[in-house]
Structures are given as C-alpha cells and as structure tokens.
C-alpha cells in the first residue's frame, strides 16, 4: 500500500518555508492540508497481470491481487465508463487470483479498466487492457468442411473429405440410424475418411464446422448447418436381374442364347430362332444384342419400368465386350412404360452411345433428374442391321441422390 504521510512532509515544508521566507508563506499547503481533512493519501493494490479470455458476446477476465490485503472489491469499467460491473474480492494469504465473467457485450475491440478498492474507498491506480469479443459476424464468416463424396456402401455410408480449414477444431455429423434413432459424430481435421455406420437408406445428414477465434476462447463457434445428399446404389432395390451374371428365363435349343428373366425384350431382340437378349458365352450370362448370320435387329428393346422417387440418378452400364463398330445402340432412359425409337434416342431422360471394342471392359453411363415420383424405363435400344455387329454387357447400376 502506497502511503504519503502529507502530516509530516507539512511540517517539515513549514519548517523550510519559515526559515526561509516566514510563516506566512506557507498558506497554500495550509489549505491543501485543510481539504485532505488531514488524512493520508492512500492508494490501494491495482490489478497485476491481467488476462482476457474471449467468448460468445462475453469475456472472462482473470488478474492477479499479489501484495495489499486490504482490496475489498474491484470495479471493471468499458464503453467509455458508461457500463461497469463490482467484483467482491476476499483476500487470502498471498497472491489471489480474481476471475469474473462479463456478458452481454457488443462484438468487436473493448477497451476495459479495472480499479481496485479497499473498505475506505481507496482506490487503485487504473489498470487499462483491451479484448476481443466475438458473435454473430465472426460466425457467420465460418467454412463448413468440403464433402469429397457421400457414398452408401452396405449398410453404412462412406464419406471422403477435403482437407478443412487449418483454424477448424472438427466437423459435427448428425444422421439418422437404420433405426431412426439420431447419430452424431465428431470428426477431428486430420480424418478423410468417415463411416457413418447404420445409415438410414434415403436419407440425407447434415453437418457443420467448430471453431474457436482464439487458442483460449470459452465458447465454441459453428459454421451454418448444411445438409447433405448421400450418394446410393439403388439397383438391387428398383432393378430386378441387374447382372453380373444375368439370369436367364429360358434358353435355346444349343443351351447359349436365351431370353432375360424380369426383363422387357421385344420380338425385334428374339432374332435367335425366337430366342435373344441372353448370351452365355462368357461363361456366365450377359445382356446381348447380336446380329450376326440372323435377321436384323430394327429398333430392339430391352427394358424395366420402375417409379422412382425424387432425386439425382447416375445409370450406367459395364460392357462384357463389342464385335466390330455399332453405329445405332444406346444406354438410355425415358419417362413412361417403354423407350423411344432409336431414331428418337434424344428424347429420353438421358442415353449413353455405345461404339466399339474401346469400351470393351468399361463402363459408360448418365445422370438424369425428376423432381416428383415418376414411371422411368431404364435399358437399351439398338438398331444392327448392317455388317457383323455384337453387343454384350456385364451389368446396370442406378446411383441416387436426393436433391
């Protein structure tokens, strides 16, 4: 406690005044003496060490009381002194730490004061510090972690990651279970690959990025929720016999070509003697259109109808192989219960051209969107009706993604 004892530096002003100039002159200390009521001036121990520890429109502030165990309390003042906050201080033996928390504060840089008191209203020295305070316009600044791929594999969902934002702590996952029971996971910033586990099939998630503006900050701060689309395989739940080995209905008399079970082929396809749209030569079944020492094929088709739900869908095809160059055979897609005339192979939801042995062992799709359930036919249309022409697949696959 800094004390200056006015009493004594008085009198021995005086003594000094007298000797040198007579009693009279020193009237003014009289008087200054007079206004002190002859108190000492004290001044009690200010804060040491002070610390801020930013939130959400709030700060947690912390100093240090290291010598005068005469503090009673201490007053924190900002906004130029028009608001302010008590803080009621017990000491102990030593130095104690004060902590107090300050909310409902206004975004942006404050400039904070503390003054400490004794039981006397003495009072400290002031003790400046400025501090951050963070909300709204910081979190709405906030980048939510970018989604590589969202993909259903099972009965899990798989999702791959971008690398985030180096100040994000993690990104919260919220899903719902087979069960419809809700999921949250947490993952950290050096996780790429995530499992959602048990995922409720149609279903999307969402997922939003945590922040904190400072190593020390007491809140944490999220980036705006999103929802996301989970990439699916729906071809076993709307495709029947969709390959891979196809399965035949019925097959010829020599035991190789036959006709697809669950499939809609029509006569222009049976160019086998009756028979057609199977092949087993592979050695396992495979979808087929050939024209090769049999009647032509003028505008066959191969086709399921299905009602799919609203969504994004990829429907693609693995070819088995093709024999020489086929000018006139399409992968495609159509609102309704057929396909469209390979003349008219434009005027579907999609189609994929089918060419030559390039894309022997490839796959060769497109992506399609309805807005509403709606009858889709999904399959092949081809046209063979010159030269030697095969085409053979392995396989369909119909991918979804909610919109």
């Not at 009289?30 to 002859?38: C, H, K, L, S």
């Not at 180096?166 to 950290?188: C, D, H, I, M, R």
């Not at 019925?250 to 669950?262: Q, S, T, V």
Request: charged letters at 15%; aromatic letters at 12%.
């Amino acid at each position: 406690m800094l004390i200056m004892n006015l009493k004594n530096l008085g009198v021995c002003a005086c003594l000094v005044c007298f000797m040198l100039v007579g009693a009279n002159s020193c009237t003014k200390y009289d008087a200054y003496n007079q206004y002190m009521n002859g108190k000492d001036l004290v001044y009690t121990g200010k804060a040491d060490s002070v610390r801020t520890f930013p939130g959400r429109n709030r700060v947690l502030m912390q100093w240090l009381i290291t010598a005068d165990p005469n503090v009673k309390s201490a007053h924190v003042y900002w906004n130029g002194g028009a608001d302010s906050v008590v803080v009621p201080i017990k000491r102990t033996v030593g130095v104690d730490t004060i902590r107090t928390m300050i909310s409902n504060l206004p975004e942006g840089n404050l400039n904070f004061q503390i003054i400490t008191f004794d039981g006397n209203s003495n009072h400290s020295v002031k003790v400046n510090h400025q501090a951050s305070v963070y909300g709204n316009t910081y979190e709405e600044a906030l980048l939510n972690r970018l989604v590589k791929r969202a993909e259903k594999v099972e009965s899990d969902v798989l999702i791959s990651w971008y690398a985030p934002d180096q100040s994000a702590l993690a990104t919260e996952v919220t899903y719902f279970s087979a069960e419809g029971q809700t999921e949250k996971v947490l993952v950290p910033p050096d996780e790429m690959f995530t499992t959602l586990a048990n995922y409720k099939s149609g279903s999307q998630f969402s997922m939003r990025t945590l922040y904190k503006p400072e190593p020390y900050s007491i809140d944490t701060f999220y980036s705006t929720s999103q929802v996301k689309s989970v990439i699916a395989d729906v071809t076993s739940i709307y495709l029947k016999n969709p390959g891979f080995s196809f399965i035949s209905s019925e097959l010829n008399p020599g035991g190789r070509f036959g006709n697809l079970k669950d499939w809609v082929t029509n006569d222009a396809v049976k160019n086998q003697g009756g028979f057609g749209g199977f092949d087993n030569i592979p050695g396992y079944g495979t979808l087929s259109l050939e024209y090769w020492g049999t009647p032509p094929i003028s505008n066959g088709k191969i086709y399921q109808t299905v009602n799919l739900p609203p969504g994004k869908y990829t429907f693609s095809a693995t070819v088995q192989n093709i024999d020489f160059e086929i000018s006139s055979s399409y992968l495609t897609a159509a609102i309704g219960n057929s396909l469209p005339d390979v003349a008219y192979f434009q005027s579907g939801l999609g189609y994929a051209k089918f060419t030559d042995n390039s894309l022997n062992g490839k796959d060769i799709g497109f992506s399609f969107t309805i807005n509403n359930e709606t009858e889709v036919s999904l399959g092949v249309i081809s046209t063979m009706n010159s030269g030697t022409q095969s085409l053979r697949l392995k396989g369909f696959k119909l991918v979804f993604e909610p919109l």
